[in-house]
């Protein structure tokens, strides 16, 4: 999950990789799916359709 205070934005996104430190927050399926923006706020699920098991190596 990641957000923007500024325009009352929170994302929804797949783990691609390591997470930077400050750029957002690590959330398994469930927790995520019963999340739910402050009043006011805009949530967007970027995340795939359907989970993926394994990366795919470049």
């Known amino acids: ?10 994302w929804l996104s797949d783990i ?3 997470l ?3 750029s957002g927050y ?3 399926s469930q ?3 019963r999340l ?4 006011g706020w ?5 995340r795939a359709p359907m989970a993926r098991l394994f990366t795919v190596p470049a």
């Open 31 to 33: 927790h995520a799916a």
């Open 16 to 18: 691609d990789g390591p």
């Open 1 to 10: 999950m990641s957000f923007d205070y500024s325009g009352r934005c929170m």
């Open 42 to 46: 805009t949530l967007v699920d970027r």
């Open 20 to 22: 930077e430190p400050g």
């Open 36 to 39: 739910s923006p402050p009043v």
């Open 26 to 28: 690590l959330m398994c």
